[in-house]
């Protein structure tokens, strides 16, 4: 999730403290299961299909294993952990937007420790207003007991999904660090062909392995060249999310009438694949340390790419929707009302708020590196901020 962490630096794995004897046996049996696979693919697993299971694989994976993930205790902590405003200056951008429908509802997909849903509460709240309806689609079972605890005050209010809606609402649909999560296919350009790139057994560990050329891989990297207008050099390796128009189309079909609120760090296509960014974007992150190497105990770890937002917009735009804003998260919050609610506070709290805001506001942080993209369905609406739909 979050490249932001307590400890900036890019750490070597082998620096990096040790799990304690239970998480590491939970670790060596995915690991098993991953060789397993490795060896009835032949001796390579693709990394799309390796990064399913790190995060995913059930009782044994990152989001499904149990392990405290988020906050001071877990492995990275999000914006709505930093501070209550991010979630208020969201709220007072929903809130324009659910005026307009009728029986309008929001849907948070994977909301964490609930620390966004409760400050988006909180302000709808605030003075007596009226609280919406509040749907969280969750599948890992002791995040949303971290939910349950963080919203008891709106038990009325909230709905857990195990699956998205069958049936059509009208409402926002609201992704806070959850496109960053897709698994990811990763690819290197070699001088005779592209090649995908995946996971082999070499001295004995999980490593990096040129695979079999693959027609569907080619063809989306050769498209993305055509968009790019220049072809990528020889040795450049690096993402793509190959799931992520699916994913986007599954989310926003039960959508009749509302908007979908994208936010997460990433880039714009052409900065995605700058020539020297040719490395890639994936990062991991264990105990808020940063890190390259996501065959460090598969399973205690997150492994995140950066989101492609040009491939977003795309995909948005396929399924009937209007991409209605596009902008920094600095530029969000400081034309959305962060720093007068910043001023509204006093005391050890004003300088606490002072101090989170810096961390989502400044460039050095995470205020150029995250980015929000709304789209809209049947209405009319933007973010506040500078208009960047140029860059996209």
């Not at 205790?73 to 930093?82: K, N, R, S, V, Y």
């Not at 501070?83 to 309008?104: D, K, W």
């Not at 999980?206 to 060249?225: F, I, M, Q, R």
Request: charged letters at 20%.
């Amino acid at each position: 999730m979050s490249p932001i962490c307590a400890a900036a630096l890019t750490l070597m794995p082998d620096i990096l403290p040790p799990p304690d004897p239970q998480a590491a046996s939970t670790s060596a049996r995915l690991t098993e299961l991953i060789r397993e696979e490795i060896a009835s693919g032949g001796g390579w697993l693709d990394f799309e299909r390796y990064m399913e299971l790190a995060l995913y694989a059930p009782g044994l994976g990152y989001y499904s294993a149990g392990s405290v993930k988020l906050g001071p205790h877990g492995d990275f902590i999000t914006a709505p952990e930093l501070s209550a405003i991010f979630g208020s200056v969201i709220a007072a951008q929903l809130r324009g937007i659910l005026t307009e429908l009728s029986s309008p509802v929001i849907l948070e997909l994977g909301a964490g420790t609930g620390s966004l849903a409760k400050a988006v509460l909180d302000a709808f709240g605030a003075g007596g207003g009226a609280i919406p309806d509040y749907w969280i689609l969750e599948l890992s079972a002791d995040l949303r007991e971290r939910q349950r605890e963080c919203l008891a005050a709106y038990e009325g209010h909230i709905r857990w999904l195990d699956v998205l809606p069958d049936v059509g609402f009208e409402g926002v649909i609201l992704a806070n660090e959850v496109a960053d999560a897709l698994p990811v296919a990763a690819f290197v350009k070699r001088e005779a062909q592209l090649l995908p790139l995946g996971v082999g057994v070499r001295d004995g560990r999980l490593d990096w392995a040129d695979g079999p050329a693959s027609k569907t891989l080619s063809a989306t990297v050769a498209a993305l060249e055509h968009k790019l207008a220049r072809a990528l050099p020889t040795g450049y390796r690096s993402e793509l999310s190959l799931r992520l128009p699916a994913w986007i189309a599954a989310v926003t079909a039960p959508l009749r009438r509302g908007a979908v609120l994208l936010i997460d760090y990433g880039l714009v296509r052409r900065e995605y694949y700058h020539a020297s960014r040719s490395s890639g974007t994936l990062v991991c992150h264990y105990r808020h340390r940063a890190h390259e190497d996501p065959f460090f105990y598969p399973g205690l770890q997150d492994i995140s790419a950066w989101v492609d937002f040009s491939a977003c917009a795309d995909a948005l735009a396929s399924t009937g929707l209007s991409v209605a804003g596009f902008t920094t998260q600095a530029q969000f919050l400081m034309h959305g009302g962060a720093l007068e609610m910043l001023a509204s506070a006093s005391g050890r709290e004003a300088l606490l708020q002072g101090q989170a805001l810096k961390t989502l506001m400044l460039p050095g942080e995470m205020g150029e590196r995250f980015k929000l993209l709304l789209a809209t369905r049947g209405l009319d609406a933007t973010l506040p901020g500078r208009d960047l739909r140029d860059r996209l």
